[in-house]
């Protein structure tokens, strides 16, 4: 990850019975894909892959 200061995200993965979300505190200049490492949730749930799975902000599609 960025050095720097920190700023707060969120990752959220919705689910039709439950969400995962997680506020993380990260450096400034983290990507998207260092966030979603970082949170654990690709751990959590081992069927998702950022290949494949789309991602976005705020509701708008973004890259890693």
Known sequence: M?????????????????SF???L???AGTTIAQAIHASG?????????L???KVGVFGKLKTL
């Open 25 to 27: 505190l990260v450096p």
């Open 51 to 53: 290949a494949v799975n």
């Open 2 to 18: 960025a050095e720097g200061p920190e700023i707060e995200v969120q990752v959220c993965h919705p689910l039709p019975s439950s």
């Open 21 to 23: 979300l997680l506020t």
């Open 41 to 49: 949730v690709l751990a959590r749930f081992p069927e998702l892959d």
